[in-house]
């Protein structure tokens, strides 16, 4: 990952973790807005709304009165058109070594904002300049320095605790499930359902068994302790023997795929689908194109993996592709099957897999699982890009680096 995408990606863990805690120290019933209309965060009491929009700024860049040019400026935008008097205004920024004193903003610097000349703010200060109440939007203007992000996590931690959660499951379970929980409602294009309260927060937190494995969630400082948390998780269901998996992997967002995906599988069956008591047959839905897929078939089969991919003479065959296979015991009672799993392309049409729901579906990777029912079916989204990790959490690897 690219420093500049490194950059980003904390940029808006940081604005996750400030919308946690403005979660966690509201009332009960006031609604927070994630990604609202006017701010990053809003919180609605009664008839006030408090607006904050967030700045984190990595370690090797000082403050400027400069650098926070936009936001006072989106926010006089909003004062001056569209408030009503009836929202405050609050800029949460961390700067390396920023002070309470040098981040108090006052009218003369609010001038110097609406005298830029840069071309990207040129639009709002056209319509703002010598035309907005600076001492009435200053009463309704406030800045607060954020901390650095670990003392801000540990401030989430801490307010989790408080809020009902065990210490033992906060770091591993609530956390991060928070975390996803807030970056699933901030990208939810209705922003009426980016609203929640405090209390349907806490009760949606409190139902969570799983740790979230996501892109978000992998980010933090706890990824080694995250994954093997849901080691354990995954654990139980996976040592029963007659559980019906299915998987589907999404080549876009899985690293190595071309080079793992077929040593995956030979290591999932080896351990998980080669006893006599193992009757399901697992099935890989892989999100590839055509000619991977058949690509992919093949070096199963050069290493002597049998599959059914429900085809005959080019045509799919549901009947064909559900069907068990013919089993026979083989030397040294090992039990010999027809095919050891079923294949299927996720563009493959109609709705296969809906017409046998599995026990388990495992989604691996960024991809989801659009169009599938997953109504009494027990969901598994490991959304990391490694195979390592995957392996890791599915037992069969006891190392991951």
């Known amino acids: 990952m690219s420093r500049t995408a490194d950059y980003t990606i904390q940029g808006f863990l940081y604005q996750f973790n400030k919308t946690l805690l403005e979660i966690l120290k509201a009332q009960d019933d006031a609604v927070i807005t994630i990604e609202g209309i006017i701010e990053d965060i809003e919180i609605g009491d009664k008839d006030l709304i408090t607006a904050i929009q967030c700045k984190y700024h990595e370690s090797n860049e000082t403050y400027t009165v400069s650098a926070i040019y936009k936001p006072l400026l989106q926010m006089m935008h909003h004062f001056h058109f569209s408030s009503e008097g009836k929202i405050n205004y609050v800029l949460f920024a961390h700067f390396p070594g920023l002070s309470d004193k040098e981040f108090a903003v006052d009218k003369a610097e609010l001038q110097k904002a609406l005298s830029s000349t840069n071309k990207v703010y040129k639009s709002y200060v056209d319509e703002l300049n010598g035309k907005i109440d600076l001492d009435a939007f200053l009463k309704k203007f406030s800045t607060s320095v954020g901390p650095a992000f670990d003392e801000l996590v540990n401030e989430a931690y801490g307010l989790l605790e408080v809020n009902g959660i065990s210490t033992d499951d906060v770091k591993t379970l609530a956390y991060p499930n928070a975390i996803q929980l807030i970056a699933n409602l901030s990208i939810l294009h209705d922003a009426e359902k980016r609203k929640i309260t405090k209390r349907d927060f806490l009760s949606t937190l409190h139902q969570i068994k799983t740790t979230a494995i996501s892109q978000w969630t992998l980010s933090l400082k706890t990824r080694q302790s995250l994954l093997t948390a849901r080691r354990k998780q995954l654990k139980p269901n996976l040592a029963k023997n007659a559980r019906l998996r299915y998987f589907v992997l999404h080549i876009d967002s899985l690293k190595e795929f071309e080079t793992q995906v077929v040593m995956f599988i030979s290591d999932y069956l080896e351990k998980y689908h080669f006893k006599p ?16 897929f058949r690509m992919i078939e093949l070096r199963l089969y050069q290493k002597g993996i049998i599959t059914n991919d429900g085809y005959v003479a080019n045509v799919f065959d549901e009947s064909r592709f559900l069907r068990d296979p013919m089993t026979k015991k083989g030397d ?19 709705t ?15 991809g989801g699982y659009a169009g599938l029912d997953i109504e009494d079916v027990n969901l598994e ?14 037992g069969l690897i006891d190392v991951c680096e």
């Open 277 to 292: 008591a193992h009757l399901k047959t697992p099935v890989f839905c892989l999100d590839t194109s055509e000619e991977q």
């Open 332 to 350: 040294n009672g090992a039990v010999e099957r027809e095919f050891s799993l079923r294949l299927l392309r996720w563009s493959t049409p109609g």
């Open 352 to 366: 296969v897999l809906n017409k046998r729901k599995s026990d388990d579906l495992f989604v691996l990777g960024a």
């Open 381 to 394: 989204e490991l959304a990391t890009d490694s195979f390592n990790e995957i392996k890791y959490m599915l």
